[in-house]
């Protein structure tokens, strides 16, 4: 289940770029779309809407997600699959009906075909032969698709109790379905027992996408509408049809692809040019070279090449065989227990992840994920599994820069300013390991703290404060990627945002599309198959541009949110709408007198003396990650020498599923653990 949340947040990221009109945009001097917009229209019954949705919210935790822990308990996933499977086959009425009123052939003979062969070689659904001998994959048509097709308009988005997210020709399909549905007339009290299981199995999905929904956004609902609206556009333009995805390939990505040659043409010329006319000889200016070259890398782009973070997974025997609710799921990241501890007095507490060794003695690793990432970050539990098994305890914390450790803080503080943030970032793994100390009886001898990214530049600052002090409770650091300039960093990221504006065509069908691609990569399972990601340079941009300014966009409603001003939380929007990381670093934590001061403490020359004085450290980075500058990372190297690792590819992070870079960080331990022991 891993993978739907990690398609749930690619979906998130992806559906919400392109959702406003470029002259509109222009007009209001926005820097993001209204994202979801160009999708629901407007959302005229949000304060009602809201108030459900809470609702609803509340009712999954006391009742519905405790069904799904018994169910998932009870059955196994492949029998699960199964059940859902057959009850699809016994809808093939609806989709035929539907596919009649839009004309459509392919999907009338595609249904037909499949529903005969699924009845009887596929023993009544339960298998899908028609799939697997005879490559029909399922067309999910509705009587919604059919309304839209006959020009019926979408009406009102509206959140129903336990219905959800809909609107009203939604509902209407839905009532039609409903009737169209064999199962629908077997009145027996027999039978509405068995209809009552079907409902539990075929929504038990919905639980790992709630979790994320709640756990990782600072506003659960402004998601949840923009997830159903990208669905609904997907399944109007039947991009969840393979051969229906393959036929939309997108030319003005091509046309975009031309022109970026050209333009990189032309500089790398000049460039060449200038080159050659002032040799440079200082030792520093040398080409840097890779300490660990990773063969066979079919580099793209560093934008798209980071995106290859989502191959780093861990494998584990069970995860196919129990759903990810069952009480009988072993995955690491069930093995993890959840605590709290209080940074600020009468603040939220801030929640924290841990896994402990039976023995007492155990070292412990501490974790830090990238920007805007919370305990429920993937990789750290696959970095906390790797630990694990080495012997270490386990303690995951979310980065600093996220809206629940804001929410920790008090109201008036904002994050940004990493001499300030560094000292809640120590109280709180101070806390921590104190909690646990007391909890266990655990004393916790030996320490480690890694992270990547912005949770990287986290670690190497922890390291220069208990360089500073001269004491501290963390042994040794590891740092993945880390910015060296913040400003320099963000720069990068604010222009990467912008991307939408690259489309003054049709930006709703490019965000439906994209994200139909993304969907279609994890439904097939086939992404560690690819030498190559199947996405444009350009769609890559929109999916990381949404996924920076999501984080930035919790980090802002939480902050507007805690001043209690009265303001409405589309009002709140109208503000994020608006703003981008260096906007934020003016308007929140800065005047323009401040503004070089804030630059100098948030780059890494601020830390040279433990950089270069200090051995309890090591850095990975690659020589082509967009978030630091080839000049930055030469002074980086000089500064730390071999205790800087630098990879031939990857870019930003994109390098974590490969083997070199596992193998590496298995030795780095293993020399951690040796020196322990002397």
Same mark, same amino acid.
């Given at each position: 289940m ?6 749930a947040?690619?979906?998130n990221f ?7 009109f ?7 001097n ?10 629901i229209n407007?959302?005229?019954?949000e304060k009602?809407?809201?108030k ?5 919210l ?9 069904l799904?822990?018994v169910?998932?308990?009870?059955f196994?996933?492949f029998?699960?699959?199964a ?19 839009q004309?459509?052939?392919?999907a009338i ?8 062969i699924n009845?009887t070689?596929?023993v009544?659904?339960?298998f ?7 490559n029909?994959?399922?067309y999910?048509?509705d009587?919604?698709?059919?309304f839209a ?5 979408s009406?009102s ?6 219905i ?6 939604d509902?209407f399909?839905?009532?039609?379905d ?11 009290p027999v ?12 929504t ?12 990782n956004?600072a506003?659960p609902y402004d ?5 159903f609206g990208?669905?609904?556009?997907i ?9 229906v995805?393959?036929k ?9 692809e *031309?022109? /970026?040659k $050209? %333009?990189?043409?032309?500089h790398?010329?000049?460039k060449g040019k @200038?080159e &050659?006319?002032?040799?440079i000889t200082s ?9 660990i ?6 580099a793209?782009n560093p ?7 989502a *191959?780093? /997974?861990? $494998? %584990?025997?069970n ?6 609710y069952s @009480?009988? &799921?072993?995955d690491?990241?069930k ?18 992840k841990?896994?402990l ?6 070292? *412990?690793?501490?974790i830090f994920p ?8 993937n ?6 599994s790797?630990?694990y098994?080495?012997?270490?305890s ?8 996220q809206?629940e450790?804001l ?5 008036n ?8 943030d ?11 390991i104190?909690k646990?100390s ?5 004393i ?7 992270g990547t ?5 986290a670690v190497?600052y922890?390291?220069?404060k208990q360089y500073?002090d001269?004491a ?6 590891i740092a993945?990627?880390?910015?060296y300039d913040l400003f320099y ?6 222009k ?5 504006q690259?489309?003054?065509g049709?930006?709703k ?16 399972k ?7 990601l199947?996405?444009s340079k350009y769609e890559a941009e929109?999916?990381s ?8 966009s919790?980090?802002v409603?939480q ?8 303001l409405?939380?589309s009002e ?6 608006t703003?981008n ?8 934590l800065s005047d323009?007198n401040?503004?070089e001061l804030?630059k100098k403490i948030n780059?890494?020359?601020?830390i040279s ?7 309890n450290?090591?850095i990975?980075?690659s020589?082509d990650?967009y978030?630091?500058s080839n ?12 205790k800087l ?5 990857g870019?930003?992070?994109?390098f ?5 870079f596992k193998?590496?960080l ?7 653990l040796?020196s322990y022991?002397h």
């Amino acid at each position: 289940m891993k993978k739907i949340i990690t398609l749930a947040l690619l979906l998130n990221f992806v559906f919400a770029h392109g959702f406003a009109f470029a002259e509109a945009v222009s007009e209001k001097n926005l820097k993001h779309p209204r994202y979801y917009e160009i999708f629901i229209n407007q959302d005229k019954y949000e304060k009602f809407n809201r108030k459900v949705f809470n609702f609803n919210l509340k009712m999954n935790k006391i009742f519905v997600k405790n069904l799904h822990i018994v169910w998932d308990s009870i059955f196994p996933a492949f029998l699960i699959d199964a059940i859902n499977r057959a009850y699809y086959n016994i809808e093939y009425p609806k989709r035929l009906v539907s596919a009649l009123f839009q004309r459509d052939l392919d999907a009338i003979k595609n249904e037909t075909k499949r529903f005969i062969i699924n009845t009887t070689i596929g023993v009544g659904g339960l298998f899908d032969s028609a799939f697997k001998f005879f490559n029909l994959e399922m067309y999910d048509e509705d009587m919604e698709q059919a309304f839209a097709k006959c020009k019926i308009k979408s009406g009102s988005y509206l959140v129903l109790p336990f219905i959800s997210s809909t609107n009203t020709r939604d509902i209407f399909g839905r009532i039609i379905d409903f009737l169209l549905t064999p199962t629908t007339y077997f009145m027996a009290p027999v039978a509405a027992a068995i209809k009552t299981a079907l409902l539990i199995n075929r929504t038990e999905f919905i639980q790992p996408v709630i979790k994320m929904v709640e756990s990782n956004f600072a506003d659960p609902y402004d998601i949840a509408r923009k997830f159903f609206g990208v669905q609904k556009q997907i399944k109007l333009s039947n991009y969840d049809r393979k051969n229906v995805l393959e036929k939309n390939k997108d030319d003005f990505d091509d046309e975009l692809e *031309l022109v /970026d040659k $050209k %333009n990189t043409e032309e500089h790398l010329e000049v460039k060449g040019k @200038i080159e &050659n006319e002032h040799k440079i000889t200082s030792d520093i200016n040398q080409e840097l070279t890779a300490d660990i070259y990773l063969s066979d890398y079919k580099a793209q782009n560093p934008i798209l090449d980071s995106m290859r973070t989502a *191959l780093f /997974d861990i $494998k %584990n025997e069970n995860k196919h065989f129990w759903k990810e609710y069952s @009480i009988w &799921n072993r995955d690491f990241s069930k093995k993890l227990k959840i605590d709290f501890v209080e940074i600020t007095q009468n603040k939220p507490k801030y929640a924290f992840k841990y896994i402990l060794q039976k023995e007492k003695s155990s070292p *412990l690793v501490i974790i830090f994920p990238s920007v805007g990432e919370g305990i429920n970050s993937n990789h750290s539990a696959i970095l906390g599994s790797i630990f694990y098994k080495k012997g270490y305890s386990v303690l995951i914390l979310g980065n600093y820069f996220q809206w629940e450790f804001l929410k920790s803080l008090d109201d008036n503080y904002k994050l940004g300013n990493i001499n300030e943030d560094i000292k809640y970032i120590n109280k709180l793994v101070n806390k921590a390991i104190i909690k646990l100390s007391s909890k266990y009886d655990r004393i916790f001898l030996k320490r480690t703290a890694i992270g990547t990214s912005l949770g990287a530049y986290a670690v190497l600052y922890l390291g220069n404060k208990q360089y500073q002090d001269g004491a501290g409770n963390i042994d040794n650091f590891i740092a993945i990627c880390p910015p060296y300039d913040l400003f320099y960093a963000i720069d990068k990221l604010d222009k990467i945002m912008s991307s939408w504006q690259k489309y003054p065509g049709d930006l709703k069908n490019k965000i439906a599309l994209t994200t139909a691609k993304v969907m279609r990569a994890y439904k097939e399972k086939n992404l560690n198959k690819f030498e190559t990601l199947p996405f444009s340079k350009y769609e890559a941009e929109l999916i990381s541009g949404y996924l920076f300014h999501q984080k930035l966009s919790d980090i802002v409603f939480q902050i507007e949110k805690s001043k209690k001003n009265g303001l409405k939380e589309s009002e709140i929007y109208e503000n994020i709408y608006t703003i981008n990381f260096n906007d934020y670093m003016s308007k929140y934590l800065s005047d323009n007198n401040e503004n070089e001061l804030l630059k100098k403490i948030n780059n890494m020359n601020s830390i040279s003396d433990y950089l270069i004085n200090s051995d309890n450290y090591r850095i990975y980075h690659s020589l082509d990650d967009y978030l630091i500058s080839n000049s930055q990372l030469k002074t980086l190297k000089e500064k730390c020498e071999n205790k800087l690792k630098i990879f031939s590819n990857g870019a930003h992070l994109g390098f974590l599923y490969r083997d070199e870079f596992k193998n590496e960080l298995s030795n780095e331990i293993d020399e951690i653990l040796k020196s322990y022991k002397h």
